[in-house]
T-cell receptor, first 115, second 111 residues
């Protein structure tokens, strides 16, 4: 158990819909990262938040957005869903802003299926 | 980020040491080598990381060559539960803090 929690574990929805994935980092961790893992793309970094502020952006679509709240939990919002958005979504956390030795700890993931 | 090259798949007999190689020939001086594994579709699990010295923890050992262009992850006594995809990651924080996961090595531990 990494200490990172994600809800829900599974999500089934229809194309065009909007969903919200939630992540609670490890106690004391200030950074949250979101990754997407689809069958044909592998693990792709989406976005990082540090202490409530966006820190780094990866391959995140404009239909996707995220935020980190004062209690440090984070939400990833996916809108206008398409079939290709079906994937595993992982959240990770780390203690600081991301130093050279900073390890990221991953949650169990949310499996999203868009029908 | 420096690119890493890993074999696509490997087998290892249960109880034997599993040696997983990784090439990172373009690594620069401030880049650490990280190893994670992913069992089935679970979240990636941190194993070990290092800069230039060999490292050991309760899970594994990491051997980094003197020129730092390659490394080997060693699982000393592989068990069936070690069957997973193992990712070697070289990350540079100058470009952000993301990990770039490649395709990894699919390790199968055989009874």
């Amino acid at each position: 158990d990494s200490g990172v929690t994600q809800t829900p574990k599974h999500l089934i929805t229809a194309t065009g819909q909007r969903v919200t994935l939630r992540c609670s980092p490890r106690s004391g961790d200030l950074s949250v990262y979101w990754y997407q893992q689809s069958l044909d793309q592998g693990l792709q970094f989406l976005i990082q938040y540090y202490n409530g502020e966006e820190r780094a952006k990866g391959n995140i679509l404009e239909r996707f957005s995220a935020q980190q709240f004062p209690d440090l939990h984070s939400e990833l919002n996916l809108s206008s869903l398409e079939l290709g958005d079906s994937a595993l979504y992982f959240c990770a956390s780390s203690v600081g802003i991301g130093g050279f030795q900073e390890t990221q700890y991953f949650g169990p993931g949310t499996r999203l299926l868009v029908l | 980020d420096a690119k890493t090259t890993q074999p696509t798949s490997m087998d290892c007999a249960e109880g034997r040491a599993a040696n997983l190689p990784c090439n990172h020939s373009t690594i620069s001086g401030n880049e650490y080598v990280y190893w994670y594994r992913q069992i089935h579709s679970q979240g990636p699990q941190y194993i070990i990381h290092g800069l230039k010295n060999n490292e050991t923890n309760e899970m594994a050992s990491l051997i980094i060559t003197e020129d730092r262009k390659s490394s080997t992850l060693i699982l000393p006594h592989a068990t069936l539960r070690d069957t997973a995809v193992y990712y070697c990651i070289v990350r540079e924080t100058n470009t952000g803090n993301q990990f770039y996961f490649g395709t990894g090595t699919s390790l199968t531990v055989i009874p």
